[in-house]
């Protein structure tokens, strides 16, 4: 029997913003070099593996297929291929046997669950330790205040808590200083009213946000103390900001 591949995930430590009352509560943080594959890259390595079919037709029925998952998971079927199964759920509670429904209590959703394969191959990850990220400035959570969601959730009209480091918004007075929410067409929209405006920690209000994904983005001069950098530099959160 060939002997399984044997992955290894490279891990930096970041402290843990979940824990404020302990001071070397760390979590881990998959180094992922910052590239994610598509569509385009899954195309392009079946054809790099000598594949008869064109880039450009794998590449169609790749995007057909995204398409095809995407309109039978709105129509409420599950759908499961070699590496995951996503199935309709809903969120939020009912009184009693009421029959009508509140977006604002119950959300459609999916769930999406590892199949047998990817729980397998998981198996054979191993963990190598880079240390302790930079402490520079970035982002290391962000914390919907109305529902406690860390997920990414976030509600338009409601507080979100940004916590991290060196994330002071300075100068204030500058107009691409700030905080940004970026759609996924790249359209920006800045938080005007920020109750909270330290280094380690934003309260910002959500501004009234169709649903969607965001990225969020801090743009800000400040470094340590009085002293401001010469350029301002952009602090983007890892995870993806929703608004359902």
């Known amino acids: 029997m060939a002997k399984a591949i044997e992955y290894i995930w490279k ?7 979940l824990t404020q009352d302990v001071d070397n509560d760390y979590t881990g943080e998959v180094s992922t070099m910052g590239h994610t594959i598509r569509n385009e890259d899954i ?9 008869e079919l064109r880039y450009e037709t794998i590449l169609s029925i790749l995007n057909e297929r995204d398409g095809i998952v995407l309109e039978s998971v709105f129509a409420g079927s599950s759908v499961q291929d070699g590496v995951v199964h996503i199935a309709p759920t809903v969120t939020g509670l009912w009184t009693g046997a009421e029959r009508t429904v509140d977006p604002a209590r119950q959300k459609a959703t999916v769930s999406i669950s590892p199949t047998a394969a990817l729980r397998d191959g998981l198996s054979n990850v191993k963990m190598e330790i880079l240390g302790v990220k930079d402490s520079g400035a970035y982002v290391g959570l962000v914390t919907d205040a109305a529902t406690k969601a860390v997920d990414g959730h976030i509600t338009p009209g409601g507080i979100m808590v940004i916590s991290g480091d060196k994330l002071r918004i300075a100068p204030l007075d500058e107009p691409e200083s700030g905080v940004f929410l970026v759609d996924e067409n ?9 109750s909270q405006n330290d ?5 910002a209000l959500v501004p009234p946000l169709p649903a969607g994904t965001y990225t969020l983005q801090i743009v800000t001069r400040f470094s340590n103390g009085s002293t401001l950098l010469k350029v301002a530099r952009t602090i983007v959160y890892d995870t993806p900001l929703v608004v359902e």
Do not use: D, H, Y
């Open 186 to 194: 790249g359209g920006k929209t800045q938080v005007t009213q920020l």
């Open 43 to 51: 195309a392009s390595r079946i054809v790099k593996e000598r594949s």
């Open 199 to 203: 280094p380690k920690r934003l309260t």
């Open 11 to 17: 891990i930096w430590l970041r402290l843990n913003f």
